[in-house]
């Protein structure tokens, strides 16, 4: 069994900053790609930014210079750091991997419980 838990998500003000993270706990083979997603209310989730087991990174064009994704392979951790951050920022956040369990052959994509992140001007 593979576990994803997000920590980092709050309230903050405009133009403030939040640092979110996201463990990867279990049965890991290997972990390729990294990502973190958000959902507005009454949007449909969206990719925020992701990163490769290499560490390239990409980013959507409305995060562009204010968010930075980042891993730490040895603690098996994704965080991404939001600066500058405005209202329409706010949406719940989800952390995604590309797992490969121990004892299996192929990766498949697990999710985190997803951490609230509002903005408030």
């Known amino acids: 069994q593979v576990q994803l838990v997000e920590s980092g998500g709050g309230l903050v003000q405009a133009g403030g900053s939040l640092r979110l993270s996201c463990a990867v706990s279990g049965s890991i083979g290997s972990i390729n790609t990294m990502a973190w997603y958000r959902q507005a209310p009454g949007k449909q989730r969206e990719l925020v930014a992701s990163i490769t087991g290499a560490g390239n990174t990409n980013y959507a064009d409305s995060v562009k210079g204010r968010f930075t994704i980042s891993r730490d392979n040895a603690k098996i951790t994704v965080y991404l750091q939001m600066d500058s951050l405005k209202d329409e920022d706010t949406a719940v956040y989800y952390c995604?991997?590309?797992?490969?369990?121990?004892?299996?052959?192929?990766?498949?994509?697990?999710w985190g419980q997803g951490t609230q992140v509002t903005v408030s001007s």
């Open positions: 995604n991997a590309a797992v490969r369990a121990r004892g299996t052959a192929i990766a498949r994509p697990y």
